[in-house]
């Protein structure tokens, strides 16, 4: 199977983690968007999704989703979203659609996060993916050295030959030459920095469950 024929699989498979009649977490990317494409055939079981982008938003309600404000929900019993890495523990790397301070934000306040993947994502050590961090600007040369003392080399991410701004209004640096043994205490750790606004690896907010896209068919994983 080609890999969009693997991110249908996945995303068809996450429905049966949606509660029926209540809100559900959407997050952000490709992958992400097959589960979206799937969650169209029952949008009438739920009461409507928090989403972690604006992409992600324009695309539920083109389909007749309603759209809550995260702080108008309390409680989500599921957040689904996709990995640009993860590990055996459910530690992920996440934030390479940009999204990854929004979706941290909604896997907080869900009591499980799904984590919707192909095989390739599956690794055994985070930090070959380039590490997602976004930074408030003033910040940014600062942020660099910090990562050149850890053996990291990071890069301000470009869209059209400009510095891309999140949703949030802020940039984000790409961070490689890692390697993150301790996510947790990484994590913690980076999240101190000054100018960080949020750190894409997901330790704390990490998933419980990852479906995951294989030749064979969707592989589940549990933490």
Known sequence: MTQDELKTLVGQAALQYVVPGEIVGVGTGSTVNKFIDALASMKDQIKGAVSSSVASTERLRAIGITVYDS????????????????????????????????????????????????????????????????????????????????????????????PLVTDNGQHILDVTGLRITDALAFESDVNQWPGVVTVGVFAHQKAAVCLLGTATGVRTLTF
């Open 71 to 162: 702080n108008d929900v309390q409680e989500l019993s599921v957040y689904i979203d996709g990995a640009d890495e993860i590990d055996a523990k459910g530690c992920m790397i996440k934030g390479g659609g940009a999204a990854l301070t929004r979706e941290k934000i909604v896997a907080a306040q869900s009591r499980r996060f799904v984590c919707i993947a192909d095989e390739s994502k599956l690794v055994d050590v985070l930090g070959a993916f380039a590490l997602p961090v976004e930074v408030i600007p003033m910040a940014t040369q600062r942020i660099t050295r910090q990562f050149a003392a850890l053996g990291g080399k990071a890069t301000v991410r470009l869209k059209d030959g400009k």
